[in-house]
């Protein structure tokens, strides 16, 4: 595809892709990112130029992009919601209260160094309570996968938590 047809699209269908993302969302600020990174995939890609073709691409790309934007924030608010600590502060002395947001605020930064597969599987598994199996059925994967998501974040915790045992 010519930077010319390129550009061709673009002014005809970025609005019209935009659109439909905000209407799906109801952020215009979501919806124009979105419409940004669909079309550089599309740049990226380097389809043939087909009208028709490219178009029905395009809110393919849009549709997916959105979606993956969707469960990413999914997730993100399940693990902010999951970090709520309980501490009864009267009975903690200051030494311990600052020991536990040291804690604290390692395990939040190492569940945002997490993969979104493997934060995906690890809070469904310890925060959800659902088995191996269950995950996999779930996500669509095999519990080969699961194991293996669930084994990479329990090292990165055991890293980030300093924990030997």
Not at 33 to 39: C, E, L, N, P, Y
Request: hydrophobic share 35%; charged share 35%.
């Amino acid at each position: 595809m010519t930077k010319g047809e390129f550009k061709e699209l673009f002014d005809e269908q970025f609005d019209r892709i935009r659109n439909y993302i905000y209407y799906r969302s109801g952020d215009k600020e979501l919806a124009t990112d979105i419409a940004q990174d669909v079309f550089m995939k599309f740049w990226e890609k380097d389809f043939e130029f087909h009208p028709q073709k490219n178009v029905g691409l395009l809110y393919k790309l849009a549709t997916d992009l959105f979606i993956s934007r969707y469960r990413h924030s999914k997730t993100e608010d399940n693990y902010k919601s999951f970090v709520q600590f309980k501490l009864n502060d009267e009975t903690i002395q200051p030494d311990e209260l600052m020991e536990y947001e040291q804690l604290k605020n390692k395990y939040e930064k190492a569940l945002t160094e997490m993969s979104e597969k493997q934060r995906t599987v690890f809070l469904l598994s310890r925060h959800d309570g659902f088995k191996q199996a269950e995950i996999a059925e779930q996500l669509g994967i095999s519990i080969k996968a699961v194991e293996k998501r669930m084994k990479n974040a329990l090292s990165l915790l055991r890293l980030r938590l300093n924990y030997n045992g």
